[in-house]
C-alpha cells in the first residue's frame, strides 16, 4: 500500500522530493520513519511519566513551573521539558493553551494513554532490522532523561558514555537507512 500523506491524502513525494532523492523515500523508509517517530512519542510519554512531570501537570503550569515542581534542574532541563511538553501537546495526549502574554500552559487531561513503545519497536524489528540503531539511541537517551533532568548526569556522559559507544557505532553506518539518508542528502546537495 502506498504511503500517502495526512494532508493531502495523496502521495506527495514526487512534488517534495528532486528526482535523484525520490528512490530514497520509498514506502520502506517512509513506513520506518512513521514507526521511529511513534517510537521517540511513546519514549517521551514515559520520561513524563518517570521524571514528575505528569504530577505537577494534573494542575495547569507554565514549563519553568513544571521544571521547579518536579525538582528538575532547570539549567538541564528547560529545553528537554519544554519539547516533551510540546511533543505531548502536539499529539493531544496532554492540553496546552496559551495565555494572555504568550505563555504557554500545560496540564494533564482526563487519562493519558497507556502505550507501549516495546510494541513500537517490534513493528520495526519485523518491518527492517536495520533501523534499530536509531531506535537504540532514541532508548538510551529515554534512560538517562530522569539523571540528566534532574542534573546527576549531563547528556554527554549519558549518551557517549562506556555504554553508548556501540549503539553510536552502529547508528552511523549505511547500513541503517534512518542515518544513511542525511549522508545521501549531503552528498547530492
Known sequence: ???????????????LYPPELLAHFDDSFITS???????????????????????????ETTVVQAITRAGLTPGAALVPASWILAMLASRQWI??????????????????????????????????????????????A???YPAVLRGQTSGEQALFGPEGII????????????????NTMGAIA
Open 1 to 15: 500500500m502506498p504511503i500517502v500523506s495526512r494532508r493531502s491524502g495523496q502521495d506527495d513525494r514526487v512534488a
Open 33 to 59: 520513519f512513521d514507526f521511529f517517530e511513534e517510537y521517540v512519542a511513546r519514549l517521551t510519554l514515559a520520561v513524563f511519566q518517570s521524571t514528575g512531570l505528569e504530577a505537577v501537570c494534573r494542575s
Open 95 to 140: 492540553d496546552s493553551r496559551v495565555g494572555p502574554l504568550g505563555e504557554v500552559y500545560y496540564r494533564t487531561g482526563q487519562s493519558l494513554p497507556i502505550l507501549d513503545a516495546q510494541e513500537i519497536l517490534e513493528c520495526q524489528r519485523a518491518h527492517d532490522p536495520r533501523c534499530l540503531p536509531s531506535f537504540e539511541i532514541a532508548a538510551l
Open 142 to 144: 529515554a534512560a538517562h
Open 167 to 182: 549503539p553510536w557505532v552502529k547508528y552511523f553506518s549505511y547500513d541503517n537507512p534512518l542515518y544513511a539518508i542525511s
